[in-house]
């Protein structure tokens, strides 16, 4: 039994489809993150000349949510930039800096902060296996 040549062009255009509507939300996410990031950079601002009340742990916490926006903008920009996938190592990135974070905003209890050390830790060596096993593919 053969195909119609409409059932055979079927999946390539859902796939069209779903990757407009994939690019389009990215972009939207992209545009609410760049507004974000703007948001972040004047309260940081703010913070930063106003140094009369000037709380360390606040201005640590801003700072990193500023690399935390700018990493998922990075992420989606290379996203587009490789052919339409994430890398791996991006992801592994922004989990680093998000554990960072939670170590600046969260460090009353100390068994959360090994913990989130160890999370560290872990996404660290998980890192360096995938940076490593691309190098030895390349061999």
């Known amino acids: 039994m053969e195909e119609s040549p409409e059932l055979e062009k079927l999946p390539r255009i859902i796939t069209g489809v779903l990757k407009i509507v994939l690019?389009?939300?990215?972009?939207?996410?992209?545009?609410?993150?760049?507004i974000a990031l703007g948001k972040i950079t004047y309260t940081l601002a703010?913070?930063?000349?106003?140094?009369?009340?000037?709380?360390?742990?606040d201005v640590a916490e801003q700072a990193v949510m500023f690399f935390l926006y700018f990493g998922f903008i990075g992420l989606i920009v290379q996203y587009f930039k490789s052919g339409y996938h994430f890398p791996l190592r991006y992801f592994i990135y922004a989990g680093i800096t998000a554990m960072l974070r939670l170590?600046?905003?969260n460090h009353e209890s100390s068994v959360d902060t090994i913990l989130f050390a160890g999370a560290i830790l872990i996404m660290v060596i998980a890192l360096c296996l995938v940076?490593?096993?691309n190098k030895l593919k390349n061999l």
Not at 27 to 32: K, M, N, P, T
Not at 49 to 57: A, F, I, K, M, R
């Open 23 to 34: 690019c389009t939300a990215l972009i939207a996410l992209a545009i609410v993150l760049i």
């Open 103 to 105: 170590i600046i905003v």
């Open 46 to 57: 703010m913070m930063v000349l106003n140094t009369s009340t000037v709380v360390p742990y």
């Open 131 to 133: 940076l490593y096993s």
